[in-house]
């Protein structure tokens, strides 16, 4: 065969080469495997590799990665994957290659034959070196395969020996024997024997053992070992042995201490007396709100719900003693109701916590009063003394006594709250035991939730009692023991539900059936003990409930609801009562109940719907009438105020006007109410209350603004009491409705302004002002510039409070019914109480806001009222004024000697009083209610010097003079206080002008405008003047009072101003007033003559026109 495929694969030219010049690319497994720890390394260098080939690695390296044999064999296999692939298919037919290798043809492969030998033979050798290198280990396979086959076959002699031994002991068994039976008897006796006397050794160790476990509080080990040792001693036969008698009476005595410790215990958690309890409540205190820097550090513990979920109650409580039971508060009292349990006393410590209740939690209360009034100096809680709560406190001292009553509530209610947590879970370990030991429902021990859900709704009621009322400065505890209870505070179970009169309903319809028949009873059993109508016994009814409108009298009867679990202990108040504290109490009380409601177990007999009940009894009974009352002390104190009507110092913070300080008082109570409001749930009888308060305001102001305007008992009359201005701003008239139609309007109307000018004059000729009708005092001014501010500015910031709300809710009222569920709702965060920002409402009903919108249009009517006086009276100043200047009885004559260079007296004083009163009305008043105040006082003024000019006759030209010189210092003042043309006097001016110019300059000025005013008519322009006629300003009413009109010629100074006849003829009257008082008949004839004369040609000419 090596001469047929050529030379030999064994030479250096055969197989080895063709090995030599795959070297390089061989791989074994590929690359894909390089990571694989059981991949041989890649072969460096072959045995017969060139010599330029790298040297092999040292034998060391080649152990740890692989030896040669391996290598040639990764190699061959390489190879054989490499050239005859089909050698490594799983379908592979070997004889169907070996007929191609012996095919000659073209298709056939023989002529790779001689590579298949190579091949084959490398594949020979490659396994020879495989069985050379580990043939050791071959070898020593072999010898250990024969030691272990060795041990098999001596295993199962001794086997079948052991069998042989057990079939003879068993036969040796079987035979009888006597003396066994002996032997038996005997080691009985010493059997027992040595059982005495090793429970003698266990029961003298029991007493070390029983204090070494109560010790380590490890009370179900220790009530085990007392119960065992108890069990060994009733035996019978160590009952005979009198040394045990002492060890008996110790244990009876351990027996009841051993109870008593672990209720002592009990009491030390569920109170939180024990120091591994103050992470809990401190923890629920920082949770609910509390800032107290003490609870910062406090770490978070889970919520009670996961740990009532993650408690296994099916299952016995087990002791761990690598830990300390006391760490985790609600496994041990679990531990010590399973201890009790299994003690046989678990009733008589259910009886004695429900005994202690009262006391203990009257301890929690007490002392964590104590420490909250050690953390908060006196000085620091935004107290003040003697106001008796009649004090409404800025937002600095609200935040000091929120701080108190705040770290006073979360932390007190942290403790309740962590207290109801313990009796809890108590009460869920004695149900689960019951349950497990198929006791039934045992009421005696499932019903102490209820106890202090009771003792908690009187601790609530005490505090906010306690803060809210002003009747006393310490408030008796009610849930201490009272008189009759045992010397460990217990109470008669029979007497500790009794009936009170303060739990009645004296409304409902079975209270009123059983009165009625009752006091049928006593009528047919006592005739005349009681009255017969039904008024007195109404009234007998009524006085089980005490009515709003006496709050002392309802704080009595409240007292006297709460007195029946009244005891010796006492509460400190750490603030000062105040009813406004109800939006710092109700918050956490509120947070509390709620949070409550999660711990009450939901099949005790407490519904959680009914927590929050006691607080609608306190609201109607106890909170509504202090505060009814509170109110009214506090509004009385506004009213009664000497400074209530007088200017607030600080108005500028509140107002852009000054305002009264009763006005920014009686405003700050109103807003503090409806702060407090909205921290309570609503209700319609606590905003009536406030509604109330603002009416007596109103009726306070309204009889200051009657005592202002209300003439002096020396002055008033029996017609008339009140001054003129203010008849004219009360009572119904023209003139009244006339100066409300200009406050009304926009602009300044000429038209209405001339009808009041008129119907002043004519109301001034109806009736005389005198002077008890004017207003003297300019500080009575000032107080009804005040009076209109006020009540424009608390109109205004009323008017902001008001809020409809769709809550029904009115505990005035029994027909309404309350619903439970939206009551005592949170309704805001605590903070809410103390922040002085954000809106503030009053809520009310669609009825009830019906009678907050007639006070708020009574406030507005008064404020008009006070405005419209302002107006009048200037008005009525200057009418008496310069009724008194004019008259020459009253001041000197017009007949003058000798030219005036000074104005009369009286037109002086008129200045300064308008100066003045103008000054209090531009500091008091808006721009706007000022202008309406000076509005038209020039046209009153000139229309009454020219209506009102026949009063000076006689009147020569110094006369004259003197008149004109009053108008013009009248013109001057004016402009410095009306603006515009209002201010112009210069009709009065040229009337008295033409007094000046003579009679005959007047009628000559009628006759040219009345030629002028032909050639402008044409000749059917002219008009008929009728009787008193002439071109005067009654038909040209409502346009400029200057347009070229009657009396004057083209072109001259006083063109413009018009005249009626009547005016003009008083004119000329005057004119001749002089001549006409001569005393010579001759002169005054002749004036006489001349007037006629002069009329004739007036009324002539004012005709034509």
């Known amino acids: 065969m090596s001469n047929r495929y050529g030379q030999s694969y064994r030479n250096g030219g055969g197989y080895g080469s063709l090995g030599r010049q795959d070297d390089d690319e061989y791989d074994p497994y590929g690359e894909g495997y390089g990571s694989d720890r059981y991949a041989p390394a890649p072969r460096q260098a072959s045995a017969r590799s060139p010599p330029y080939a790298a040297p092999p690695p040292p034998r060391s390296a080649q152990r740890v990665q692989e030896t040669n044999a391996e290598r040639e064999m990764a190699k061959v296999l390489e190879l054989i994957k490499k050239e005859w692939p089909a050698m490594c298919e799983n379908d592979c037919i070997p004889v169907q290659l070996a007929l191609q290798l012996l095919d000659t043809s073209s298709v056939g492969r023989a002529h790779e034959y001689r590579n298949f030998q190579r091949t084959h033979q490398y594949l020979q050798d490659s396994l020879k070196k495989i069985v050379h290198e580990y043939h050791q280990g071959f070898n020593s396979s072999i010898g250990t395969f024969h030691k272990i086959q060795g041990s098999i076959q001596a295993s199962q002699k001794r086997v079948r020996a052991l069998k042989e031994s057990l079939a003879a002991s068993k036969a040796a068994l079987c035979t009888t024997d006597p003396e066994l039976k002996k032997l038996h008897a005997t080691s009985h006796m010493y059997d027992e024997v040595l059982q005495t006397l090793n429970e003698l050794d266990d029961l003298r160790a029991v007493p070390d053992q029983l204090e070494a476990r109560i010790s380590e509080k490890r009370f179900l080990t220790a009530v085990e070992v007392l119960q065992n040792a108890l069990r060994k001693l009733t035996k019978p036969e160590l009952e005979g042995i009198g040394a045990l008698s002492d060890l008996r009476s110790y244990l009876a005595n351990q027996e009841t201490a051993l109870m008593d410790i672990l209720v002592e215990e009990l009491h030390e958690h569920l109170y939180l007396k024990s120091p591994y309890c103050q992470e809990r409540w401190q923890n629920l205190a920082k949770s609910q709100g509390a800032l107290n820097e003490a609870f910062k550090d406090a770490p978070a513990v889970a919520p009670f719900h996961a740990i009532l979920d993650a408690i296994d109650w099916e299952r016995p409580v087990t002791e761990d003693p690598q830990k300390n039971p006391e760490a985790d508060t609600f496994y041990y009292v ?112 499932l019903g102490s939730f209820k106890e202090l859900w ?50 009645a309903d004296a409304k409902s319809v079975e209270m009123a059936t059983e009165y009625e028949a009752l006091d049928g009873i006593i009528r047919a059993a006592v005739p005349g003990l009681t009255s017969n109508s039904r008024k007195g016994a109404e009234g007998r009814k009524a006085g089980l409930v005490v009515p709003r409108s006496d709050p002392a009298a309802a704080r009595k009867s409240t007292g006297a609801t709460y007195s029946s679990n009244q005891g010796s202990g006492t509460y400190k108040s750490l603030v000062e009562p105040s009813v406004f504290n109800m939006s710092l109490l109700l918050p956490p009380t509120l947070v509390f109940l709620q949070r409550l409601k999660s711990i009450v177990p939901p099949g005790s007999d407490l519904a959680t719907s009914t927590l929050t009940s006691f607080l609608d009894n306190f609201l109607v009974n106890v909170f ?397 322009g002219g008009q008929d003047g009728g009787q008193g006629g002439g071109v005067d300003g009654v038909e040209e009413e409502g346009k400029k009072e200057k347009q070229q009109g009657t009396g004057a010629a083209p072109g001259d100074k006083a063109d413009g101003f018009m005249f009626t006849y009547d005016e003009l003829k008083a004119l000329l009257e005057l004119c001749y007033s002089e001549q006409l008082a001569d005393p010579e008949r001759g002169v005054a004839a002749a004036a006489k003559r001349q007037l006629a004369d002069k009329l004739l040609g007036l009324s002539e000419y004012m005709w034509q026109s």
Not at 405 to 434: M, N, P, Q
Request: with cysteine; net charge negative.
């Open 454 to 503: 009771n003792l908690y709704q009187n601790e609530i009621r005490s505090l906010l009692h306690n803060y809210v009322t002003t009747d006393a400065d310490v408030y008796q505890f009610r849930s201490s023991p009272g008189p009759g209870a045992g010397l460990n505070g217990a109470k008669d179970a029979s007497r500790e539900h009794l009936f009170k009169f303060s739990e």
């Open 624 to 1020: 509504q009438p202090q505060l009814d009352e509170t109110l009214g002390k506090l509004s009385d104190a506004v009213f009664g105020e000497a400074d209530a009507f007088l200017q607030d110092s600080e108005w500028a913070r509140v107002a852009k006007r000054p305002v009264f300080k009763g006005a920014t008082a009686f405003f700050t109570i109103v807003t503090a109410f409806c702060r407090m409001l909205g921290t309570i749930p609503h209700d319609q009888a606590l905003s009536s209350l406030i509604i109330t308060q603002m009416l007596r305001y109103y009726d306070r102001c309204f009889t200051w603004y009657k005592a202002l305007v209300t003439k002096t008992q020396e002055e008033a009359s029996s017609a008339q009491e009140l001054r003129a201005s203010a008849v004219m701003a009360l009572e119904p008239s023209e003139i009244r409705e006339t100066m409300k139609k200009l406050w009304e309007s926009e602009t300044s109307d000429p038209g209405l302004l001339e009808k009041e000018t008129s119907l002043l004059l004519a109301r001034a000729k109806e009736k005389k002002l005198e002077a008890s009708d004017i207003i003297q005092d300019r500080d009575t001014i000032s107080s009804l510039c005040l009076l209109y501010t006020s009540m424009k500015w608390l109109s205004v910031k009323i008017l902001g409070l008001r809020h409809i709300t769709k809550n029904e809710t009115d505990s005035s009222r029994a027909s309404i019914p309350r619903s439970e569920k939206r009551r005592w709702t949170l309704l805001n965060d605590p903070n809410k109480a103390t922040a002085e920002e954000g809106p503030v409402y009053l809520p009310m009903t669609q009825e009830t806001v019906q009678s907050f919108d007639s006070i708020l249009t009574s406030y507005s009517d008064l404020a008009d009222t006070a405005l419209l006086t302002l107006h009048a009276e200037v008005r009525c100043r200057i009418l008496h004024s310069l009724t008194t200047a004019l008259s020459p009885s009253q001041t000197a004559p017009y007949l003058l000697d000798q030219d005036v260079a000074e104005p009369d007296p009286e037109i002086l004083a008129l200045n300064a009083e308008m100066v003045a009163f103008d000054e209090t009305a531009a500091h008091c008043l808006r721009a706007r209610e000022a202008a309406f105040v000076r509005a038209g006082l020039g046209r009153l003024i000139s229309a009454f010097l020219v209506g009102n000019a026949p009063m000076t006759a006689p009147m020569n030209r110094r006369g004259c003079g003197r008149m004109r010189l009053n108008v013009l210092v009248l013109q001057q003042n004016l402009k410095n206080i009306e603006d515009g043309p209002g201010a112009d006097l210069g009709r009065a001016a040229r009337y008295f002008e033409l007094f000046d110019e003579g009679p005959d300059k007047v009628v000559e000025m009628v006759r040219r405008d009345s030629e002028r005013a032909r050639l402008k008519a044409g000749e059917g």
């Open 334 to 445: 679990m531990l010590l109701v399973e201890s009790l349990n299994k003690l046989g006393r678990l009733e008589s410590a259910v009886d004695t916590l429900k005994q202690r209740l009262p006391v203990e939690l009257f301890a929690v209360v007490n002392e964590t009063i104590n420490e909250v009034d050690q953390k908060h100096p006196s000085s620091l809680r935004g107290g003040s003394s003697g106001s008796q709560g009649l004090h409404i406190y800025g937002q600095r001292e609200t935040r000091m006594r929120a701080d108190v009553i705040y770290d006073l509530l979360w932390t007190l209610y942290g403790k309740f709250e962590a207290i109801a947590e313990g009796h809890r879970v108590f009460h869920e370990s004695i149900k689960a035991l019951i349950r497990r030991e198929g006791a039934g429902n045992n009421i005696a021990l």
